[in-house]
């Protein structure tokens, strides 16, 4: 089987070939596809392993091109060449692209296309660490649909239950739906519609979730539509590093403190770690015909080993057939807020 | 001058009784209006201070009562009082509430009323720390409106510009518009149709601005929609807290960590007080007659402090009447996207 990987477009494509060799090493029962530049895959890699076939480029997608029109316009960047190696080839189960957001979910919808016509949209997760040690929680959507409907945030549900069921083995994936309060008649129209729909699901919904418990560690799939999905994961990022930067601030302001520092390193270092957001990267786009990952702009090695071992996981597991039974199998009804589609 | 300051309704009133005491002392030419139950004061306050007033209560709006039926079911609950004073005195110039944010808002609306009939809604606003030590961001809205127009979010930008050139002395205000992206075609029809009304405003709009971004101190003001801001507001508070429980399970699982502590205390306890709400609490509700600030339910002496130290400040910048004029005097187009009111 195979795994594509698209090292171009982002912030250091020869972190994506060294994350390459890490995953072809890892897993020897699978061939790692390389779509690059010569020079990037030549600057890092120098052959040796059989498990890694390259795949040569001379363009890449940038975050200026306009997402839908990369098809057109670009069709020898490694983005495209990557979704259309994933499309044409069976044995090739799943794919890694560090490169534009937008992009990669055009590729994905219309290259690999939509895992049934009954699902409406499908979404970009994202993954966060929780209180819970090796616990994860994971965000759908965490930003690609802007103005969803209360029926795509209910297949959101639907979704993101197989994914963590699938991918962590977790029996029966607790949903929370994202709100203002705990209580069902809070929030916006879309939300309590939704809160209505998702009800009546086959998931486990354990109701509302405020901001504020994201990473409780009490949920294992937090529903909400892009926009707040976008907010939740970037205030989580952005306060993190806040804190961390003011806490070594007020350290290097006293000599003290700088001390007691040498002695806290490891416990400094292993919360940084657990914050670090490439040891989870590769949010899954759910709902299309095959694997897709799309990592953080800046992933370096450990970020596509991560997504790598995920990719192989998700099709041991067969989170593809899982989501398209789960769609087919359940109705969700009409939004009464809500006609459109 | 009187602030009246609503006691009951939270969870520790007496030291909201002791916030008062202290802020008595520090504004001897105002007088602090306590309104309580005749225990909760009594267990605080033995008299002394001529610049206090008691107005005893026997009642207390609680979280279980409906906002908008509490002025007519709990007339006499401190809430109720607290705002029945408030509009009923010339020299009352603001009150401090840690009540139900509910009530609270429905009690500044219709005993006190809005500022103008060409306002859509009133504000909740909260002020979050940033990396700029001692420099504070106004989210508005904090929470208090779902489903907003963008016609009221213009008019957010307006007042939350006011109050932070009355409030904190910024001579202008940078304004930034929460979305998903700064490019000003991103985000969901509501954030786009918002920023094309605040862009014609007179006020220092400075673009849209990331949830990862809403600490850096690059903003004086970011405009949201009631439930984006309350998933800001609350994943930063949420994610402060998880960082500093992670950092201290670290170093307490180590000795050498536990060690290094000592000599970090105070490092540490400088980053936990910056991130501490009560220091910045009383959140402005902003569009109404008089100087409103709900206090966090779990409000303590320091937030009661803060609040009446705001309201003075706020009194003798003419906060009302900036806000009243800002209001008055800019007219914000209708946005195309939306109809209604």
Chains 1, 2 share one sequence.
Do not use: W
């Amino acid at each position: 089987m195979k795994i594509i990987v698209d090292v171009e477009g982002c912030d250091y494509p020869e972190k994506m070939v060294g994350g390459c060799i890490d995953s072809a090493k890892a897993h020897p029962d699978y061939t790692i596809v390389i779509v690059g530049r010569k020079e990037t895959v030549n600057k890092v890699y120098s052959g040796g392993l059989n498990n890694i076939e390259i795949v040569e480029v001379e363009d890449a997608v940038t975050n200026d091109d306009v997402p839908t029109r990369v098809i057109r316009q670009k069709p020898d960047s490694s983005l495209v060449r990557a979704f259309t190696i994933l499309k044409e080839n069976d044995d090739a189960i799943g794919i890694v692209s560090a490169g534009s957001t937008g992009a990669v979910l055009t590729c994905a919808t219309l290259i690999i296309g939509r895992i049934s016509k009954s699902l409406h949209r499908p979404v970009v997760t994202s993954l966060m660490p929780t209180k819970i040690d090796g616990k994860l929680v994971c965000i759908a959507d965490a930003g690609s649909t802007m103005d969803a409907l209360p029926e795509y945030m209910a297949q959101y549900a639907i979704m993101g239950s197989v994914y963590m069921r699938a991918s962590f083995g977790i029996e029966k994936p607790r949903v929370g739906l994202l709100s203002v309060g705990t209580e069902e008649k809070k929030g916006d129209e879309r939300t309590k519609a939704a809160h209505a729909l998702i009800k009546e699901l086959p998931v486990n919904f354990v109701g509302n979730v405020e901001a504020r418990e994201a990473l409780s560690g009490d949920y294992d799939v937090i529903v909400t539509d892009g926009f707040a999905g976008n907010v939740l994961t970037k205030a989580v990022e952005g306060t993190a590093k806040f804190v961390m930067t003011k806490l070594k601030e007020a350290i290097m302001g006293s000599a003290s403190a700088k001390f007691g520092y040498l002695f806290m390193k490891k416990a400094f270092n292993s919360v940084r770690s657990a914050m670090d957001y490439h040891r989870y990267d590769g949010g899954a786009f759910l709902g299309v015909n095959k694997i897709v990952l799309k990592s953080h702009g800046s992933s370096n090695e450990m970020s596509v080993r991560v997504s790598v071992d995920r990719i192989v996981s998700m099709y041991e597991n067969k989170v593809i057939d899982g989501i398209r039974e789960g769609i087919a199998s359940t109705v969700v009804k009409s939004a009464e807020t809500n006609e459109e589609e």
